[in-house]
């Protein structure tokens, strides 16, 4: 059974940093690109970053580029998300999602973790 | 970026009922539309990719069509269970993945 297990979400001041760990199981986890996305309270979904299976490629949506780092430890089958000058458009649920596709990444997404609470306040 | 585009925003209707929601993408995008079902305090499950491609699991009174800008899903005959909020999203372009802002529908 695949398995992805987020954690890491706290209440953090604008201006900090904050690092989301998601534990993966039950697939062959360097087979696969890896995604997080975030949905803000009460609000839609929104992509934030990818990896490749190798970690050999990372994207970023704007909103987020130059503050979050995504990486991967695929000896510990583990995904990060560095998250550096927090603003407060960032409070938001954060999910990891495995890619559907084995090898390249398809852009969609098979399996969601139940997410991890990221709260940016003072 | 692929601007994608729901209507309606929500939807009231009744079991048994015959639903459709559609979604627009702001360029072509081919059959790379997916579909997503979000139950309050829970992760978004794939219903369908590729447009109309139903994903494991998933009841066949689900289905979706389109392709280029314009999409649908449908559920043929809503039960208790599909009352939820419905996403699409486009795999077109990697960067950045793109969805819809979402549809609720609602029991009348």
């Known amino acids: 059974e695949v398995q992805l297990v987020e954690s890491g979400g706290v209440v953090v001041q604008p201006g900090g940093s904050l690092r989301l760990s998601c534990a993966a199981s039950?697939?062959?986890?360097?087979?696969?690109?890896m995604h997080w996305v975030r949905q803000a309270p009460g609000k839609g979904l929104e992509w934030v970053s990818l990896?490749?299976?190798?970690?050999?490629?990372?994207y970023y949506a704007d909103s987020v580029k130059g503050r979050f780092t995504i990486s991967r430890d695929n000896s510990k089958n583990s995904l990060y998300l560095q998250m550096n000058s927090l603003r407060t458009e960032d409070t938001a649920l954060y999910y990891c999602?495995?890619?559907?596709?084995?090898?390249?990444?398809?852009?969609?997404?098979?399996?969601w973790g139940q997410g991890t609470l990221v709260t940016v306040s003072s | 970026d692929i601007q994608m585009t729901q209507s309606p925003s929500s939807l009231s209707a009744s079991v048994g009922d015959r639903v459709t929601i559609t979604c627009r993408a702001s360029?072509?995008?081919?059959?790379?539309l997916n579909w997503y079902q979000q139950k309050p305090g829970k992760a978004p499950k794939l219903l369908i990719y590729?447009?109309?491609s139903l994903q494991s699991g998933v009841p066949s009174r689900f289905s979706g069509s389109g392709s280029g800008t314009d999409f649908t899903l449908t559920i043929s005959s809503l039960q208790p269970e599909d009352f939820a909020t419905y996403y699409c999203?486009?795999?077109?372009?990697?960067?950045?993945?793109?969805f819809g802002q979402g549809t609720r529908l609602e029991i009348k």
């Open positions: 039950g697939f062959t986890f360097d087979d696969y690109t």
């Open positions: 590729a447009a109309s």
């Open positions: 990896i490749s299976w190798d970690g050999g490629s990372t």
């Open positions: 360029q072509s995008i081919s059959s790379y």
């Open positions: 999602a495995k890619d559907i596709e084995r090898g390249a990444a398809a852009g969609f997404f098979d399996y």
């Open positions: 999203q486009q795999s077109y372009s990697t960067l950045p993945i793109t």
